[in-house]
């Protein structure tokens, strides 16, 4: 598997999540069922299997649906990780989408406005591309990356 299987804690968060998201739309799903449902989600045949697989501590890494922070070009934002990838060196291709649009343009004349970007990032959570003035276009805040 490329992406880094998450905590039993962050996959049980992931299960209240999307049993939030469909109950809101008027369908019933238990707690058991979203569990099921993360446990296919992540290849697994039930969720007893998944949990065996999961370790207690997160795992370095990124995956779908996990909650992110920091900065795009000089910008705050909060999102989620849309999309992830391992690449080698400890490199990670993420696709990002924001909590918030974020004005990437600094110019008083026009806007450019970015509610989802793809990013490649290093084991410290910060990206490979560089602005001119030699800042990194995404720094992502987490638990293992000092900034």
């Known amino acids: 598997m490329d992406i880094p299987l998450p905590s039993r804690s962050a996959l049980k968060a992931q299960a209240k999540r999307l049993r939030q998201t469909v109950n809101a739309t008027g369908t019933p799903l ?16 039930d969720w007893n299997t998944l949990s065996a697989r999961a370790q207690d501590a ?17 910008h705050r934002f909060g999102g989620i990780v849309k999309s992830a990838r391992l690449m080698p060196g400890g490199r990670h291709a993420l696709t990002l989408r924001f909590d918030d649009t974020i004005d990437v343009v600094r110019s008083h004349q026009f806007s450019a406005w970015r509610k989802q970007v793809n990013c490649v990032v290093n084991g410290a959570g910060r990206s490979i591309r560089a602005t ?4 990194p276009h995404v720094v992502i805040h987490d638990a293992w990356s000092r900034e």
Do not use: I, K, N
């Open 30 to 45: 238990t707690h058991a069922q979203a569990l099921e449902a993360v446990a296919r989600q992540w290849g697994a045949r």
């Open 58 to 74: 997160p795992q370095h890494g990124y995956f779908p649906g996990q909650r992110v922070s920091g900065r795009y070009l000089g």
């Open 132 to 135: 001119s003035d030699g800042q």
